[in-house]
């Protein structure tokens, strides 16, 4: 489905250009490339763009869709605030999700001017992208974009006479999903083990090397130059009366669809549209089963859940989490029990092995989905799943990694415990009459 793409329509894929992989210096700013940065700092006072972040209710587009100008209002502001730092996000390990990796290898430039425009506002002087390790060309991209806009004088002291200035690097971590988490993010920064921190104290008070630090979305960020030129009710405007959230948001589907990919639509655009007349439905002689709505630690939805608004409120309401928008759909020809085999493997693997419950419990889950998918499973074994996912549910560990790792899996066994049961052999499963009366 081809949508014309503008500035006012689609602020963070309308530079996009298919003959152009990735934009130098000089073809951004042709497309209004660091305007907003001049606004912010000729016109503008720090204070004055994070109202108006904060007034465009523009909500985090990592997962858990907190308010971005909450989360910057809580970072202490003034000439006794010390040292401060601002953190990208760039960790992009969720599976299925692979949209700030398109930001990042064809739009390096926004990026790096949205997290200019976020320093100017809260008064950083340091910042960092954190970026996924097997992102390779996206680093290359960013380290060369970084350089232009140095020489360009966008980046380093005095930036455009206003007699601020920032520093931004680019540190690329080791390809761990935990790093996603903000505070073994900062760990990982910092060069220790990626391990997540207790809070309180949250990083905007007491973050990388004790400092007040933001971390902020690659997704999140980009919006920030185009609400910064266009205002706060523009921003609101974009989502056409489709969800009270604002804005665009960047879908996808993976799996086996059509046509699988990304697109920016208003948020709040239904499940069942960007299916159908974006992804061009299923292949032919499949039939939509179930899906993540946003990345493997979402709870599944079934079919007639495709007509909700792909929101943050609205999904949850469903029993499940937009996180990232980016659909995993599942056919009637694939295995349930695998499919969450294959995920909670992932999420074992992945355990950073802080706290027993998540160590331990995870490879246990998986040992037990394994049995069940070679059909040797034993009785109890749906049982001892169904505990699992109360005893590595929210509170019960040190983060949400674990909680997370059981949201597919709980939602499976809801939806389709046939499934699971069929891993257990006829003879285990029916009791057998020998006759005695105990």
Request: hydrophobic share 40%; glycine share 10%; aromatic share 8%.
């Amino acid at each position: 489905m081809s949508t014309v793409k503008s500035a006012d329509t689609h602020p963070l894929t309308w530079r996009l250009d298919p003959t152009n992989p990735c934009l130098d210096l000089k073809s951004y700013e042709a497309k209004e490339g660091y305007a907003a940065l001049r606004k912010a700092i000729k016109e503008m006072t720090p204070a004055a763009v994070q109202q108006v972040v904060k007034d465009s209710n523009l909500r985090g587009r990592g997962g858990a869709g907190f308010p971005t100008g909450v989360k910057w209002s809580l970072v202490p502001m003034g000439p006794d605030a010390g040292p401060k730092y601002l953190v990208c996000n760039a960790d992009e390990m969720e599976p299925g999700t692979f949209k700030d990796r398109m930001l990042m290898e064809q739009l390096p430039h926004q990026l790096i001017e949205s997290m200019i425009v976020a320093g100017f506002a809260l008064q950083v002087t340091r910042a960092y992208i954190f970026l996924r390790g097997e992102y390779i060309l996206a680093a290359e991209r960013l380290n060369q974009a970084i350089a232009e806009a140095k020489a360009a004088g966008y980046l380093g002291e005095n930036i455009l006479g206003s007699g601020w200035g920032i520093d931004l690097h680019v540190h690329t971590g080791a390809g761990r999903y935990i790093c996603g988490e903000e505070t073994a993010l900062i760990n990982s920064l910092e060069g220790r083990r990626a391990n997540p921190r207790a809070k309180p104290p949250f990083p905007q008070i007491a973050g990388l090397w004790g400092k007040p630090t933001i971390v902020n979305n690659v997704e999140s960020l980009n919006n920030i130059p185009a609400i910064v030129l266009r205002g706060a009710d523009w921003f609101k405007g974009l989502s056409q009366g489709k969800s009270p959230d604002a804005g665009t948001k960047i879908y996808g589907i993976s799996g086996k669809a059509k046509r699988t990919g990304l697109w920016e639509l208003p948020i709040g655009t239904t499940g069942e549209e960007i299916l159908e007349e974006y992804a061009g439905g299923m292949q032919d002689g499949l039939k939509l089963r179930c899906w993540l709505p946003g990345g493997a630690s979402t709870d599944f939805l079934l079919p007639e859940h495709l007509k909700l608004a792909m929101d943050y409120d609205t999904i949850m309401k469903a029993g499940s989490r937009m996180g990232t928008g980016l659909m995993m759909v599942v056919d009637d020809k694939q295995d349930i029990v695998s499919v969450v085999r294959n995920l909670e493997q992932f999420f074992a693997r992945e355990s950073c092995g802080w706290c027993t419950p998540c160590r331990d419990g995870l490879p246990w889950t998986v040992k037990v989905l394994q049995s069940l998918e070679a059909k040797t499973g034993q009785v109890g074994d749906i049982e001892f799943l169904e505990k699992m996912t109360r005893f590595l549910g929210p509170g019960k560990t040190f983060c949400a990694h674990a909680p997370g790792a059981m949201e597919p899996l709980q939602s499976a066994l809801k939806f389709f415990r046939s499934d699971f049961e069929k891993g257990i052999p006829a003879a285990l499963a029916t009791p057998v009459d020998t006759g005695v009366n105990v």
